[in-house]
């Protein structure tokens, strides 16, 4: 189920209304743990299996380490949880990867002994929802919380259908403490958080889905056709599309979860007006790049150690931070670039990362959207043949239209000099301080636009596949 569909629309003008007319807070809870596995359900229900065993088990261990006394014990019990965790990940996400792997390197006499792709469909959401059950375990073996919810309150934890699928990456002692304390949502927070869904969806439907992708498939798709200026055209379109997408599900997925009551940490702060790589991930999916730097960076030793173990440490974190995107070389190769970007930031600037100086924004913004092609590359092969298009006088046989050239490189500078002039600030912040008539102004025109360019297709999140 998707957020920009009229199945989803339908499903919120339902729980929504009941949830409200319920007083007693049990029944609220128990209202949203199953409205959340039937949004769920919605997707392929027999899934739901996976993700009520997961749930269950970390919980259940979670206990037994909160009650343990002997630390090789307890640690005993977090190695489970995290076996039983990254191994139902590894299962369904990195097994084909592996055997098209192993394949590759064996001679061919053996490849023949070697099975058949397993085929497994991923499960939606699997690589968010195993991100924050291993949080919980994890920060109660520290003995940062204690495993004290109920089996219910930590399923709703888990399952809690605005961030099921897609993040924010949340803590248990961000929501679950939430969950575990009556919730009443008032007015103006029900009324912000339908405009950041109206927002969120905008974000999603018109600027990702309808101005930036179809550039950035045209020229991807028949890349032989097309010369330097729309290559590069369709590598910042990707970068203003993948943007969208993913910052319009997450302002959709805060603005749900705030009509109910619960407040989401922000998951985006304006990414492309960043001031070096160390700022980009203090900004892009700041609930995956705060996760692994607690949950891997530090326990590796992060910046404690010598030069250049901190530069191992920020190597293999963004490595495997690639790596958990997808089974995909691309995304290892993604990864281990932005981790020799961060590197090498350390290296000339020291911890404090580069200059928050308009110059330093420009170079990591040019630099970021490079780093997006290995990201949106099917293979290495197209992967440098749109370097190739880049950099080299190509000849073209087709071109995108005038009005496209024109557009698209307008947009974009309108959206770096918001970022820019905004880097500062949040989203609520500014629009608080617009006048009135300019947010009745923004939010109709989200609204017009919504139905002029949506056109009633359900485009699913990019973030959906991960």
């Not at 307890?74 to 949880?81: D, G, H, Y």
């Not at 990254?86 to 390197?105: E, I, Q, V």
């Not at 007006?273 to 326990?299: C, E, K, N, Q, V």
């Not at 308009?358 to 092969?381: E, H």
Request: proline share 5%; hydrophobic share 50%; aromatic share 18%.
């Amino acid at each position: 189920m998707l957020f920009n569909s009229l199945t989803f629309l339908v499903f919120f003008a339902l729980v929504l209304p009941i949830y409200l007319l319920m007083h007693d807070w049990t029944w609220r809870k128990r209202w949203l743990l199953l409205s959340s596995y039937a949004f769920y359900a919605a997707w392929y229900a027999p899934y739901t299996l996976i993700l009520l065993a997961s749930t269950s088990v970390d919980w259940w261990l979670a206990r037994r380490i909160d009650r343990a006394t002997s630390a090789p014990w307890r640690k005993t019990l977090l190695i489970a949880s995290l076996s039983a965790n990254l191994g139902l990940l590894g299962a369904f996400k990195y097994t084909d990867f592996f055997l098209a792997n192993l394949r590759w390197l064996l001679p061919p006499v053996w490849q023949a002994h070697l099975p058949a792709d397993v085929g497994w469909v991923l499960p939606v959401g699997i690589s968010f929802y195993t991100f924050a059950s291993l949080s919980y375990t994890i920060d109660v073996y520290r003995r940062e919380i204690h495993a004290r919810a109920s089996w219910a309150d930590y399923a709703l934890f888990v399952s809690f259908f605005p961030h099921l699928v897609a993040g924010p990456i949340l803590r248990a002692k961000v929501l679950l403490a939430q969950i575990e304390e009556p919730r009443q949502p008032t007015q103006q927070q029900i009324v912000w958080g339908l405009i950041l869904l109206i927002f969120g969806l905008f974000c999603k439907s018109v600027l990702a889905d309808t101005a930036f992708a179809p550039v950035t498939n045209q020229v991807y798709a028949n890349l032989q056709q097309f010369g330097s200026l729309d290559t590069w055209l369709a590598c910042t379109s990707f970068a203003g599309q993948i943007y969208f997408d993913f910052a319009g599900y997450s302002l959709c997925a805060i603005g749900i979860a705030l009509c109910f009551g619960f407040a989401f940490p922000d998951n985006f702060h304006f990414p492309y007006a960043a001031s070096g790589f160390m700022d980009f991930w203090r900004r892009w999916h700041i609930s995956l790049s705060t996760w692994l730097r607690d949950y891997l960076y530090i326990p590796l030793g992060g910046n404690r150690l010598t030069p250049l173990k901190t530069y191992r440490n920020l190597f293999l974190t963004m490595l495997i931070g690639g790596l958990w995107h997808g089974a995909s070389w691309m995304f290892v190769a993604w990864g281990a670039l932005h981790g020799l970007c961060l590197a090498a930031e350390r290296r000339l600037f020291g911890r404090q990362g580069a200059p928050a100086r308009l110059p330093a924004i420009l170079l990591t913004t040019f630099i970021v959207t490079l780093l997006w092609i290995p990201f949106r590359a099917k293979s290495t092969t197209q992967m440098f043949d749109i370097l190739h298009h880049l950099f080299a006088n190509v000849p073209a046989s087709a071109h995108l239209d005038t009005l496209t050239r024109l557009f698209i490189p307008l947009l974009l500078l309108g959206i770096f000099t918001f970022q820019y002039l905004a880097r500062q600030s949040h989203l609520e912040e500014i629009f608080q301080r617009c006048p009135s008539w300019l947010q009745s102004g923004l939010i109709a025109g989200a609204l017009i636009s919504l139905y002029l360019f949506s056109g009633g297709d359900e485009h699913a999140f990019i973030y959906f596949q991960f």
